[in-house]
């Protein structure tokens, strides 16, 4: 036998977890990676963000009342098990766009060459990534219910609520999995069951006791077991071709997050039209109407659409309920969240943001005659956001009539006054090209460079206007004020909406006026 013939005789008897340790090991002592001294540098930075803001939040929330009083296991168990769906529900979506099976495009073609079955590389970093996804989630959640609500405050709900809360940690990381490796029937499937358990188990919650809570963290575990068992064998079908795609996918977005455009990942991630293509056209061939040219536009994205109306519906009642009531806390948690859901569902409902921005950005053809850009692509956004906001509104109002029968005019101006702030934040961040260079220049401060949070501020603007004008609003004693205010600053959202975009000052309004 030759050298060559016991090299190759090793290497047929190399274990597939040692080739797969060795690719590992090449791979993270590239020369990009983060060294000792970076790590401890993050673990520096932990620890001063733990000690001077952590532990004074935990130590001023454990003496003053929650945010949220549930005053008992009765009214815990419904809001824990609306809880347990939103989160599962997010967990799913989540593992469809970017689940814990994503890897670095290079890693997995390196490991899709070889002849190893797909179950030896993808199960170590499932587990270890569920691992890490279910501790933090039961940090994040178990901080947020101590800092926000009594559950852990009383002695009949600390035990079956931090089981609760220790379950649902466990119950996100399963379906995480799940949401990437299933097909789109068996998520399906699972978001019905899983809203009608919740919906029985928070039934069952006004028997009274803890009984109940401990039923939804007994359901929640079993769940959990089910679904991760399901999924760890579902990893040796796994659709590589697919895998590969959201891969690169996700490689893309990081590098536009890392790069200070995080609009253009989540550009990454919109769903592509499909049919409906000759509904746009009349049997003579012309166009439709705007706001018809913009429902069959929504309609080619229906996943997406459906989402949006469901968050104008929920904005629309949200915001009238918190708009109404005249307690200070619940009624602005109320106005924040419907704002929200306005705003979310204001640029989901179609592609028409897009178009104006495209159509305002590049140079006309005919020049500036443009034959009415404004009013093609806003037509349809304003009449969803309307409609979806009046039918929500009016849902509310029929629900929880004696609210609102103090005062329904300034009700209705402070919904209006809102939802025209959320047009002019949403026309805002449409209207986002490309990072600004002057965001890239220090600003110091006697707090230290502030580049980072005009950053991140500049990332984020549309919520920022959003929080911020709903907060001055809500500041303003009278409800005629609050709408002005409102109207301002849409005003200013439209005019630097229309800077973005590179028109001049002088003959912006003839210009305005022609398109």
């Known amino acids: 036998m030759t050298k060559q013939d016991v090299q190759d005789t090793v290497v047929s008897r190399t274990d597939a977890a040692d080739r797969v340790h060795a690719v590992w090991h090449r791979y993270t002592r590239r020369g990009d990676r983060a060294s000792v001294h970076n790590r401890a540098y993050t673990v520096y ?10 532990a004074p939040a935990l130590h001023a929330a454990s003496g003053s009342p929650g945010l949220i009083s549930f005053g008992g296991p009765t009214r815990a168990t419904p809001a824990l098990c609306l809880l347990v769906v939103v989160v599962c529900w997010g967990a799913q979506l989540a593992g469809r766009f970017w ?38 989630l039961l940090l994040a959640t178990g901080t947020t219910a101590y800092l926000a609500t009594d559950l852990f405050d009383r002695t009949d709900t600390v035990v079956p609520g931090g089981a609760v809360v220790a379950a649902l940690g466990v119950l996100a990381a399963s379906t995480w999995l799940w949401g990437q490796v299933r097909p789109f029937r068996d998520n399906l499937v699972l978001t019905g069951a899983t809203g009608a358990g919740a919906l029985l188990l928070g039934l069952a919650g006004g028997q009274g006791g803890a009984g109940p809570l401990w039923l939804v963290a007994a359901a929640a575990a079993a769940t959990a077991v089910l679904l991760g068992r ?12 697919r895998l590969a795609r959201e891969s690169a996918r996700a490689s893309q ?11 253009h990942a989540l550009d990454l991630y919109r769903p592509e039209p499909r049919g409906f293509t000759s509904a746009l056209l009349r049997q003579d061939g012309r166009l439709r109407g705007y706001a018809t040219q913009g429902a069959v536009r929504a309609l080619r994205t229906p996943g997406r659409a459906a989402a949006a109306v469901l968050l104008l519906l929920t904005g629309g009642a949200v915001l009238t309920a918190g708009t109404a009531r005249a307690d200070g806390s619940t009624a602005s948690t109320l106005w924040i969240a419907g704002a929200v859901c306005l705003y979310l569902g204001s640029g989901w409902i179609g592609e ?3 178009g104006l921005r495209d159509e305002l950005t590049l140079a006309p053809l005919l020049g500036q005659w443009w034959g009415g850009a404004a009013a093609r692509a806003l037509t349809w956004p304003v009449l969803a956001v309307t409609a979806g906001t009046c039918l929500g509104g009016g849902l509310a109002v029929l629900v929880g009539r004696p609210v609102y029968d103090g005062r329904p005019a300034q009700t209705a101006l402070l919904v209006a006054g809102t939802a025209v702030l959320v047009l002019g934040a949403r026309f ?56 002005a205010v409102a109207a301002l600053l849409t005003a200013c959202c439209i005019w630097a909406g229309l800077r973005r975009t590179g028109w001049a000052h002088r003959g912006l309004l003839r210009r305005l006026r022609r398109s």
Request: overall charge positive; proline content about 7%.
């Open 45 to 54: 930075l932990v620890a001063l963000a733990g000690t001077f803001f952590l």
């Open 428 to 483: 805002l961040r449409e209207m986002k090209t490309h990072l600004p260079l002057s965001l890239l220049l220090p600003i110091i401060t006697p707090f230290g460079d502030l580049s980072a949070l005009m950053l991140v501020a500049w990332q984020f603007d549309g919520f920022v206007v959003l929080l911020a004008g709903v907060a001055v609003a809500n500041a303003v004693p009278s409800a005629p004020g609050a709408a």
């Open 253 to 263: 977005a990081q590098t536009y997050v890392l790069t200070g455009t995080l609009h």
């Open 230 to 241: 399901s999924a760890f064998r579902a990893l040796a079908t796994v659709d590589l071709a």
């Open 352 to 354: 028409t943001w897009r």
């Open 99 to 136: 689940g814990p099976l994503v890897l670095q495009p290079f890693v997995l073609h390196v490991f899709m060459s070889t002849d190893l079955p797909p179950a030896h590389y993808l199960c170590s970093l499932a587990r270890r990534r569920l691992m890490y996804a279910g501790v933090g």
